[in-house]
């Protein structure tokens, strides 16, 4: 049985905790493909083609741990996965938000509990038998990555029941989804401790099944109400005691009431008028898809996402020509100490993951820098003024400006990871690692308050979706640059990575688009106040006129009457 809203309401606290832990193991934990990559081909799935495929020989090497065999067209098929998966991802986004939109968050992540248990279900079994079972992937990655957008997806609307801590609530959910590229590598240390990696995959998709059940315990029908939207109501029930006096025989009746919080969403408004009573007609959504600002937000992110997902599906390529330098026969010793260097850094890239929890609230600072000086500042409109007050900060052009500001700190963190990918050593490539992280967890942040800046709150979540979709579809050209890379390029990732360092400096265009904005909306704004100063004036001139003429009018009665103003005769 599903409880109430305000049931869950008294829950909030152990769902919010409960959805950042299920966040961290369940939502996007395929983001941690490097270290799913070297588990998967050491169970030996798609190793077949290395047998199969005579021509490349000088490819195959020996895997000591295990009896399969490893190649590069192994590595392509299984990072065609990960291009189905991470687009999943992100893709799913626009039809869940519709979805969520008319059914609710319940309903939905109970699928999705449901999808990545029968993910893991089925990695698990196509561990019985590689050769046979291994196109099983292609529908495990696929249930991952859309049971772990469901649960995230579904998770951000639990922040409105926090009311003023709404904002750390949220930025502790999407740095929890950061994170989650954090769980493939320590069950991968689990995996290297000797545990069989087909009991991993079944205890994990028992522990989905535990997440269905938490969600059927504690989420409601309804979905959550902002904290504006939130009505909060008190039930009393009255109940009567009867009592019996035994001396007289009376009966008196005592009336007990008990009241109950309620909460509930409210009623929807009728539309707004403006100032002539006219009704003011809602902005469609054409219009806000066709604006510039979303057009080159979605040219950004599009190139982000598709930096940083080349990055981690072919991280360990990367890796490994840092070691080999392309040797198309590396002896047996240089073969070892590729493997246990890229098992190494993978593992520090995803325990690194955990970065993100610290830094999404850091972009969060920024975007909300000074808007508490402005909401006080606009209260303050509705009072006296002078001329001497000082001029208010709109709020808008605050968000527009911390919003320009954080576009520009990402994009320049972005291209300082582009020039450290250059560089050719494993212990800097550290530092990129970082940068990694935080411009993934920067990224989204900085979009999304864009759109809560620039666009009406019912065009949220269909132009977030809109993005998503946009930019996961371009993030599939990782696929064959990843082909190009292990193919023609020989292993040899500078030539891509310079591309797409130049390809970065697209994102600049979005804040040097937000900085003209900006400056119309200040020109608009001075333009208008020195109209209302103009009317002001001139409503004031006809006033002082009036009042000159009434003085007047009492000094001639005064001075008729014998009197003048001061009381003396004349």
């Given at each position: 049985?599903?409880?109430?809203?305000?049931?869950?309401?008294?829950?909030?606290?152990?769902?919010?905790?409960?959805?950042?832990i299920?966040?961290?193991?369940?939502?996007?934990?395929l983001?941690?493909?490097?270290s799913?990559?070297?588990?998967?081909?050491?169970?030996?799935?798609?190793?077949?083609?290395?047998?199969?495929?005579?021509?490349?020989?000088?490819?195959?090497?020996?895997?000591?741990?295990?009896?399969?065999?490893?190649?590069?067209?192994?590595?392509?098929?299984?990072?065609?996965?990960f291009?189905?998966g991470?687009?999943?991802?992100?893709?799913?986004?626009?039809?869940?938000?519709?979805?969520?939109?008319?059914?609710?968050?319940?309903?939905?992540?109970?699928?999705g509990?449901?999808?990545?248990?029968?993910?893991?279900?089925?990695?698990a079994?196509?561990?019985?038998?590689?050769?046979?079972?291994?196109?099983?992937?292609f529908?495990?990655?696929?249930?991952?990555?859309?049971?772990?957008?469901?649960?995230?997806?579904?998770?951000?609307?639990?922040p409105?029941?926090?009311?003023?801590?709404?904002?750390t609530?949220?930025?502790?959910?999407?740095?929890?989804?950061?994170?989650?590229?954090?769980?493939?590598?320590?069950?991968?240390?689990?995996y290297?401790?000797?545990?069989?990696?087909?009991?991993?995959?079944?205890?994990?998709s028992?522990?989905?099944?535990?997440?269905?059940?938490?969600?059927?315990?504690?989420?409601?029908?309804?979905s959550?109400?902002?904290?504006?939207?939130?009505?909060?109501?008190k039930?009393?029930?009255?109940?009567?005691?009867?009592?019996?006096d035994?001396?007289?025989?009376?009966?008196?009746?005592?009336?007990?009431?008990?009241?109950?919080?309620?909460?509930?969403?409210?009623?929807?408004?009728?539309?707004k008028?403006?100032?002539?009573?006219t009704?003011?007609?809602?902005?469609?959504?054409?219009h806000?898809?066709?604006?510039?600002?979303?057009?080159?937000?979605?040219?950004?992110?599009?190139?982000?996402?598709l930096?940083?997902?080349?990055?981690?599906?072919?991280?360990?390529?990367?890796?490994?020509?840092?070691v080999?330098?392309?040797?198309?026969?590396?002896?047996?010793?240089?073969?070892?100490?590729?493997?246990?260097?890229?098992?190494?850094?993978?593992s520090?890239?995803?325990?690194?993951?955990?970065?993100c929890?610290?830094t999404?609230?850091?972009?969060?600072?920024?975007?909300?820098w000074?808007?508490?000086?402005?909401?006080?500042?606009?209260?303050?409109?509705?009072?006296?003024?002078?001329?001497?007050?000082?001029?208010?900060?709109?709020?808008?052009v605050?968000?527009?400006?911390?919003?320009?500001?954080?576009?520009?700190f990402?994009?320049?963190?972005?291209?300082?990871?582009?020039?450290?990918?250059?560089?050719?050593?494993?212990?800097?490539?550290?530092?990129?690692?970082?940068?990694?992280?935080?411009?993934?967890?920067?990224?989204?942040?900085?979009?999304?308050?864009?759109?809560?800046a620039?666009?009406?709150?019912?065009?949220?979540?269909?132009?977030?979706?809109?993005?998503?979709?946009?930019?996961a579809?371009?993030?599939?050209?990782?696929?064959?640059?990843f082909?190009?890379?292990?193919?023609?390029?020989?292993?040899d990732?500078?030539?891509?990575?310079?591309?797409?360092?130049?390809?970065s400096?697209?994102?600049?265009?979005?804040?040097?688009?937000?900085?003209?904005?900006?400056?119309?909306?200040?020109?608009?704004?001075?333009?208008?106040?020195?109209?209302?100063?103009?009317?002001?004036?001139?409503?004031?001139?006809?006033?002082?006129?009036?009042?000159?003429?009434?003085?007047?009018?009492?000094?001639?009665?005064?001075?008729?009457?014998?009197?003048?103003?001061?009381?003396?005769?004349?």
């Amino acid at each position: 049985m599903a409880p109430s809203l305000s049931q869950a309401y008294r829950r909030r606290w152990w769902m919010a905790i409960t959805a950042i832990i299920e966040n961290l193991l369940f939502s996007a934990v395929l983001l941690g493909w490097g270290s799913l990559l070297i588990m998967l081909k050491s169970e030996g799935f798609y190793s077949s083609l290395c047998v199969e495929n005579e021509t490349v020989s000088v490819n195959v090497t020996s895997m000591e741990s295990s009896h399969w065999r490893s190649c590069v067209e192994q590595e392509e098929v299984l990072n065609l996965g990960f291009t189905i998966g991470s687009f999943l991802l992100s893709a799913a986004t626009l039809p869940l938000g519709i979805l969520m939109d008319k059914y609710g968050p319940r309903p939905l992540r109970l699928f999705g509990s449901a999808c990545f248990a029968a993910s893991c279900a089925m990695i698990a079994a196509a561990t019985y038998d590689p050769d046979m079972l291994s196109v099983l992937i292609f529908l495990a990655v696929s249930f991952n990555g859309f049971g772990g957008i469901c649960l995230t997806f579904t998770s951000l609307t639990l922040p409105n029941m926090f009311g003023n801590v709404r904002s750390t609530v949220l930025s502790l959910m999407i740095g929890s989804y950061a994170s989650s590229a954090v769980t493939f590598p320590g069950v991968k240390v689990i995996y290297d401790l000797g545990v069989s990696f087909r009991i991993i995959m079944w205890v994990w998709s028992g522990m989905a099944c535990l997440v269905f059940l938490n969600c059927f315990l504690n989420w409601p029908v309804e979905s959550f109400p902002a904290p504006e939207d939130i009505r909060y109501t008190k039930k009393v029930k009255m109940s009567g005691i009867v009592t019996e006096d035994k001396m007289t025989g009376e009966t008196y009746v005592t009336h007990v009431s008990v009241m109950e919080d309620m909460m509930g969403a409210k009623q929807p408004e009728a539309e707004k008028t403006d100032s002539q009573g006219t009704t003011q007609a809602p902005l469609p959504l054409c219009h806000s898809m066709c604006s510039p600002i979303f057009l080159w937000s979605v040219i950004t992110m599009a190139m982000t996402q598709l930096r940083l997902i080349f990055f981690m599906g072919a991280m360990n390529k990367m890796l490994e020509f840092l070691v080999t330098y392309g040797d198309p026969n590396p002896s047996e010793e240089l073969q070892m100490e590729a493997k246990d260097q890229v098992g190494f850094y993978s593992s520090i890239f995803g325990t690194m993951q955990l970065l993100c929890l610290l830094t999404c609230p850091l972009i969060g600072y920024i975007m909300d820098w000074r808007m508490t000086e402005g909401e006080e500042e606009n209260a303050n409109t509705q009072t006296e003024k002078s001329q001497s007050d000082p001029p208010k900060r709109d709020r808008k052009v605050q968000k527009l400006t911390n919003a320009m500001r954080a576009f520009i700190f990402t994009n320049l963190l972005l291209v300082l990871f582009g020039i450290i990918s250059l560089i050719d050593n494993l212990p800097v490539q550290v530092v990129s690692f970082v940068l990694h992280t935080i411009v993934r967890g920067f990224i989204h942040s900085c979009c999304g308050g864009l759109y809560a800046a620039v666009y009406p709150a019912n065009h949220f979540g269909t132009l977030t979706g809109m993005q998503s979709m946009i930019s996961a579809a371009f993030a599939l050209l990782q696929q064959p640059l990843f082909i190009l890379m292990v193919g023609h390029l020989r292993g040899d990732p500078y030539w891509i990575n310079l591309g797409l360092l130049i390809f970065s400096s697209v994102g600049f265009l979005l804040p040097g688009y937000l900085f003209y904005h900006r400056r119309n909306l200040i020109l608009a704004r001075a333009a208008h106040d020195r109209l209302a100063a103009r009317q002001s004036d001139k409503e004031y001139v006809p006033l002082n006129q009036s009042e000159n003429v009434t003085a007047n009018g009492k000094t001639n009665g005064h001075v008729g009457n014998g009197y003048t103003p001061n009381g003396h005769t004349a």
